[in-house]
């Protein structure tokens, strides 16, 4: 956008803000229609029927937007006026018309969907729906992976209440999540399910030394392969099972070693015959049916259970210590909870992964809920399993089978229909102690009131509980029992508006309009933050605050936004801001092709799983947004670290690692999320990642294509089809029409040239890591931006942006985060309090909580 | 919710064959609905949708004998091409159809247009959106009231996706996308596994529970701008229609689930293994279909413009992406790639229609095809050109519907030439120099032939009296 532009918008918005026309039509659009469109399209000749001197120039409120975007892009690819006429404008005339057009395009959509710079009610998404649920019935389950798939707003956001639609399909689904979420909770048996246990000591694994051979027959299957302790074994463990009848749980090691007190098992995460070789190498063996590279050749200690309660909270206690490995290792503890589906089918899903140091024996406990597991097998008379490895891996370091860190592991527990008390606390904490437990119409409404006042996320009227307690009344008669109408009743308050619908109500509502802007309750505030910085309801502590009328305090505000990042549920932040601002899902609508690349589908969880471990890392330790550029870390484990080559990674989920220089990895940008969820899955695509970083990271997208014309010409005969993807970029740019546009954008795209299309790294003309047939490329990532500033490569980029862009970037990044926060789209009345944010948090060294923070205290997130 | 499969009881599964399923609960089911209504009156709807057109060759080139999708030839006189060849058996049950579209969006690039297949509402390529009912829920009106379900709505991608990049085939009277069901096991769950035992007391614990919802969302529309009204309205109608759902669910309380075979479904598969996806879910429309759990139903194959995992639906045939293949077929092999993946597209179609051909009609004379008309096809034909559709009727027979031809509608562009050969989109908004007829006319004459009263559709015309 030029100089004269940036007035002409301002100038626009200020003095008409609601009404977008083809604005500056008057002094910029008419006298060009007029000097080279009229006399064809005019009062004395209509060519095709069109008369442009009779167009209506109202965007919004005319009839003729449609025929407007006919004109623009017919401008715009050079179409009209035709070859043949004679008056022909000039290329900067041309480019003018079109970037009026576009401009006042933009500001019509903006002035459609506008809210008045206002919160919108809108509905929970499918991922707050679930954490609300959550932490309203402190039960952790997998509520929302029934309901339809959401779309994202223009901006990428999935909280904007334009994309969040309601049907009767939802409803359904919520009365029946809600409903079963429920009786689960309240309609639980009388008396405590009967827990299956089993207790495991892998000492006993190993047999005793053979007696002597002696006997021809024993000669005979000696010779035959034997199965030795370490490779395998299965033995009954010592267990409690509810129905005798079932066949007793299995014990099974593969690939442990006795401990030498010989009162335990040793495991590590690779197996005493894994060679050290290259580390880049392919995995020896890939395991499972999914080829998941775990299973099959990583030593497991396994315990296999038949017809256990599999839907119901499970306790692991494990006894072990740990042995640290060369250079500080430590092993990890990973365990998982499966089942076999079929003959070597199996399913299985992680339940916790940690970092071992204690080199004493030490009891680790875990609970977790067996529903959220593939726990139950679909064949019958196939086992359930649970099992731990060893996630310390070898990676891409070079340690020996000695030198590997390894778990000793003394003995494991498992406990499932594990129940500390009975009923549950979750059923305490709906059927709560009360003087009026006996008086059951009292003690109904006491009941329903608490439940509405945590599901409304408010203090509730009497007037609305009076309405509750008359439909628990009313299907009082129609229910088997007092428990099972409190069912119903709860889950109509979990599919009301009130639960459903984030609403603030308008301080004055004068015939359907708003009148007045007016500060948030306390209340409002308190769910406003937490599914800001939780995807979630707000907790005790904040409800409390909004009790006392405390929460809008500067001071306590502050304090609250620094517990709730400090909050492991701040992950909810992290994962969903950074999903929806970097488009990860752009990772999945993409498939990597098998003619360039052998890549494991299963991998592309790992790029998207950095990018929001680095936000989370940038976030909990109260980094600067410049580490969004750049980085002297990056977050790890050693899947990730063979992808992109990086020796000496090893260990098992992600971590921050120490980077230099040599590697190329620092920032969002040299991120495979970023790097392949903008290729085309075979080559680099420049185009694609320019408008990534002019898009998310600039906040300034550059206008949408022309709608017939595509990314690139298609290779049309031999000529075309041989070029290479930056070759026919070059060729495209050619066209006149095409040329302006990508002035602006592909010079942002171009310096990622030395990553391929899965964003590992190259340069010089020949790429290894694709197939041979692909190899050659010819790697040139100089470029020169449209003001004509000349960049090397990606480091050369960075430079720029956090030098000459970065106030463009921070204003960027709040503005992002401000959308996500709000919910909404910004708009032009919240250009003071950005700017206001941007210039506190230039001065609090770019922090990106600073920029959290300030959103917070800003005006939009304060007033309704 | 409950992730797992233990919520059917497997012993309940008749085991065998498919005539294994003339099954008790039917008797019960004609003496509840009407014990006049003679099976044969049964009339049945289901429309699939190709995203990303069709291969359409030049003439001159090569691939045009093989590789072009619509057939050679005129009216009785014609031949399948290979797009088509696997409904070769089913020749006298097919009607391939050209030279039809709808007149709002011809010059509409192809990747908006999926939204408006079944409506024909003028849905534009940007701005305002409104659209309006679609074929098949006109029909579902009415049918509607015989089964347990009103209308399966499926689709590959789920949901409802997003204004012109729709990820369902349906739209409702207001013309609001009902969003689709993509997960075989909930398809499955929802035709075939009750819920609950209790279900009288169910229902009407949902319809006090409903009136509740309504009285809370009234009381809340009270402090709310007009902005933030008419979300709520959103969510008001949502919950009336729930009530209409649940009140015919009433009705319907007494009668049995069937029970079916389920020990061939696969119905933990996903759109990465997309031969046996499309499998499944064609089944589950032939299950619903046999049971007469309903009479409508939509499958959207994809979403327009290769977004989403529908687009993984060519790796049955070896490519990698589905859309990719559209713009690909200049290259060596190119158009032949893309007939490949339409190829299998008519596999699995055809494999479907022939099962229903196969099955008798419970208690009626003839066949399920005979009395079920499919309709398949795509917005675009050549490149996102939002014209010439590429359509296929199939079945219907006892409905009147006629068949073996291959039908060009319109004037100018009999040989399908118009735009054949491009390869980029720069030609979906070309001058269009030739006639066609609207897509609409066609959906009267089959609405007509279903048993609707009505004598327009969208924009409709006329009828065709040839179909």
């Known amino acids: 956008m030029t100089n004269s ?84 404008p000039k290329r900067s005339e041309r480019q003018f018309i079109v970037d009026a057009l576009t401009l006042s395009f933009r500001q019509a959509m903006e002035a459609r969907r506008s809210t008045g710079g206002r919160n919108v009610i809108r509905r929970l998404t499918a991922y707050e729906y679930n954490n609300t649920l959550r932490d309203l019935l402190s039960l952790d389950l997998q509520y929302a992976v029934d ?18 639609g309601t049907s009767a399909l939802h409803i359904e689904y919520f009365e029946r999540i809600a409903r079963s979420a429920l009786e689960r909770i309240i309609l639980a048996p009388t008396e405590q399910p009967t827990p299956y246990f089993v207790r495991v000591e892998p000492e006993l694994a190993f047999k005793p030394e053979p007696a002597p051979v002696t006997t021809e027959n024993q000669k005979k299957k000696q010779r035959k392969p034997k199965r030795r302790p370490g490779s395998g074994y299965d033995i009954k463990g010592d267990h409690f099972v509810p129905d005798k009848s079932v066949r007793g749980p299995l014990f099974r090691i593969d690939h442990g070693e006795r401990s030498t007190d010989g009162s335990g098992v040793l495991l590590a995460g690779n197996r ?81 992964n940690i970092e071992i140091r204690s080199t004493e024996p030490k009891v680790y406990e875990f609970v977790v809920h067996g529903a959220n597991f593939p726990f139950q097998s679909n064949k019958p008379g196939r086992p359930s399993y649970f099992r731990i490895f060893n996630d310390y891996r070898r990676g891409t370091s070079h340690l020996t089978y000695e030198e590997l860190p390894k778990l000793n592991i003394d003995w494991v527990e498992i406990k499932c229909n594990h129940y500390d008390a009975w009923p549950s606390p979750q059923k305490k904490a709906i059927f709560f102690d009360s003087e009026h437990r006996n008086d059951e119409p009292v003690y109904a409404r006491e009941v ?16 609305e509980v009076d309405r509750k307690t008359a439909l628990f009344r009313k299907l009082r008669t129609q229910e088997a029992s007092f428990e099972a109408t409190i069912v119903s009743t709860l889950t109509a308050v979990l599919c009301s508006s009130n639960f459903l619908l984030l609403s603030e109500p308008e301080a004055t509502v004068v015939q359907d309009v708003a009148t007045e802007r007016r500060l948030l309750n306390d209340y409002e505030l308190a769910s406003r933050l937490s599914y800001f910085l939780w995807s979630s309801m707000p907790d005790e502590t904040l409800f409390e605050l909004a009790s006392k009328e405390q929460l809008h305090k500067s001071n306590v505000l502050l304090a609250q936004v620094r517990r709730m990042i400090a909050d492991p549920k701040s992950e909810g932040f992290s994962r969903n801001f950074a999903s ?205 931006l449209k003001n004509g500033k000349r960049i090397q490569n990606l480091d050369d980029l960075k430079k720029y942006i956090l030098t000459e862009k970065k106030s463009q970037f921070r204003t960027a990044v709040v503005r992002k985060v401000m959308a996500y926060g709000l919910g909404r789209y910004l708009e032009f009345s919240d250009r003071p309090a950005v700017d206001a944010i941007c210039e506190t948090v230039g001065k609090e060294n770019d922090s990106f909580q600073t920029v959290i923070e300030q959103i917070v205290l800003s005006e939009p997130f304060l007033t309704k | ?197 209790d279900a009288a007391r169910r229902l009407a614990v949902s319809k006090s529970a409903l009136d509740d919802l309504m009285a809370d969302a009234q009381s809340l529309k009270k402090t709310l701008s007009k902005h933030d009204q008419k979300t709520l309205a959103e969510y008001l109608q949502s919950v009336r229609d729930t009530e209409v759902k649940v009140e015919k669910a009433k009705r319907w309380m007494d009668i049995p689930l069937p029970t079916v075979d389920v020990d061939h479904l696969k119905l933990d598969v996903t759109p990465e293994d997309p031969r046996n996806y499309l499998q499944t879910m064609f089944e589950l429309i032939y299950l619903a279909f046999k049971t007469d759990s309903t009479r409508v139903a939509t499958y959207q194959f994809g979403r327009e413009n290769g977004v989403g995992v529908s687009d993984y639906l060519a790796r049955a045939v070896g490519f990698n992406l589905t859309h990719q293949l559209t713009h690909k077929t200049k290259e060596p092999g190119g158009w032949e790639n893309f007939g490949t993946y339409c190829r299998f597209l008519s596999e699995e179609y055809g494999r479907f229609a022939s099962r229903l051909k196969a099955t008798p009609e419970v208690g009626g004379d003839g066949n399920m095809l005979d009395n079920t008309v499919l309709l398949f096809g795509s917005a675009s034909s050549a490149f996102h050109l939002s014209r010439n559709y590429p359509l296929i009727l199939v079945g219907g027979k006892n409905m009147g519907f006629k068949h073996g031809q291959f039908l060009k509608y319109g004037q100018g562009n009999e040989k399908n030439q118009a735009d054949a050969g491009a390869s980029s989109d720069k030609n979906w908004r070309s001058e269009m120099n030739y006639e066609e007829l609207p897509l609409s006319n066609l959906f009267v004459t089959m609405l007509q032939k279903l048993g609707v009263e009505t004598d327009s559709f969208a924009d409709s015309t006329g009828t065709l009296a040839e179909v």
């Open chain 1, 272 to 352: 005493p015959s894994d060679k050290v070789g290259d580390p880049f190498a392919a995995d020896r063996k890939i395991g499972g049916s999914q080829g998941d590279g775990r299973s099959g050749y990583q030593p497991e200690f396994r315990v296999e259970m038949y017809e256990v309660p599999h839907d119901a909270p499970v306790l692991v206690r494990v006894q072990l210590s740990a042995v640290p490995g060369k250079d500080d290792a430590y092993p990890r503890l990973s365990f998982e909870l499966g089942s076999f589906r079929g003959a070597n089918v199996s399913d299985q899903k992680e339940a916790a």
């Open chain 1, 580 to 784: 929806q601002w970097l488009d990860l899902a752009g990772i999945h609508r993409l498939a990597v092709n098998p003619e360039y690349f052998d890549f494991k589908e299963k991998d592309k969880g790992l790029f998207e799983e950095e990018s929001i471990q680095f936000v989370h890392q940038v976030l909990k330790s109260n980094l600067g947004i410049d580490t969004f550029i750049d980085s002297e870390f990056a977050m790890l484990n050693p899947a990730l670290a063979k992808h992109y080559r990086i020796p000496g990674i090893g260990g098992g989920s992600f971590q921050q690692h120490a980077i230099s220089k040599e590697y190329h990895r620092g920032g969002l940008m040299t991120q495979a999320s970023m790097l392949f969820g903008n290729s085309t899955g075979s080559e680099t695509h420049p185009i694609k990642r320019g408008v990534w970083v002019l898009e998310r990271l600039l906040d300034d997208p550059p206008a949408p294509p022309p709608p017939n014309v595509p990314d690139l010409p298609e290779p049309e005969g031999k000529d075309l089809a041989n070029l290479s993807l930056k070759e026919r970029l070059v060729e495209h740019a050619q066209v006149e029409s095409c040329r302006d546009c990508h002035a602006k954008i592909d010079p942002w795209g171009v310096p990622f040239e030395n990553y391929n299309a899965l964003g590992q790294w190259r340069e010089g003309s020949s790429d290894p890591l694709v197939h041979k047939a692909h190899q050659a490329v010819n790697i040139d990532p100089s470029t020169q």
């Open chain 2, 1 to 197: 919710m409950n992730p797992n499969f233990s919520s059917i009881d497997r012993r309940k599964f008749l085991r065998g064959t498919g005539v294994a399923l003339a099954l008790p609960w039917f008797e019960s089911f004609t003496r509840f609905v009407n014990a006049a209504e003679r099976t044969t009156d049964r009339k049945r709807l289901a429309c699939f949708y190709m995203p990303d057109g069709i291969p359409v060759p030049r003439q001159d080139d090569p691939a045009f004998k093989d590789w072009s999708w619509f057939p050679h030839g005129r009216g009785k006189d014609f031949t399948f091409t290979k797009c088509l060849e696997p409904l070769e058996s089913l020749r006298d049950d097919v009607t391939v159809l050209g030279g039809l579209s709808h007149p709002s969006v011809r010059s509409i690039h192809g990747h908006s247009n999926a939204d408006q297949f079944l409506t024909g509402a003028p849905t534009g390529g940007h701005g305002e959106y409104k659209n309006s009912i679609s074929l098949d829920q006109m029909f579902a009106a009415q049918a509607g009231e015989h089964t347990r379900i009103s209308s399966l709505v499926l689709s590959t991608d789920g949901g409802t996706g997003t204004p012109r990049g729709a990820q369902t085939m349906s739209f409702n009277r207001k013309g609001r996308a009902i969003p689709a069901e993509h997960k075989p096991k909930r398809i499955f769950d929802m035709l075939f596994v009750k819920s609950d035992d």
């Open chain 1, 147 to 164: 309901l339809p798939p959401e779309g994202s707003a223009k901006e990428g956001f999935k909280n904007n209440s334009s994309v969040l």
């Open chain 1, 5 to 88: 532009f940036g007035t002409s918008l301002l100038a626009f918005l200020v003095s008409i803000p609601a009404v977008a026309s083809a604005g500056n039509y008057e002094t910029e659009i008419r006298p060009f229609l007029t000097k080279y469109c009229v006399s064809c399209h005019g009062p004395n000749k209509q060519k095709a029927d069109l008369r442009l001197d009779k167009l209506d120039p109202d965007l919004i409120n005319g009839s003729d937007a449609d025929m407007w975007q006919e004109v623009l892009d017919l401008i715009n690819i050079s179409e009209m006026p035709p070859k043949e006429a004679s008056a022909q």
């Open chain 1, 448 to 463: 329903i009131a608490r439940f509405m006042t945590r599901a409304y996320r408010r203090p509730v009227s009497d007037a």
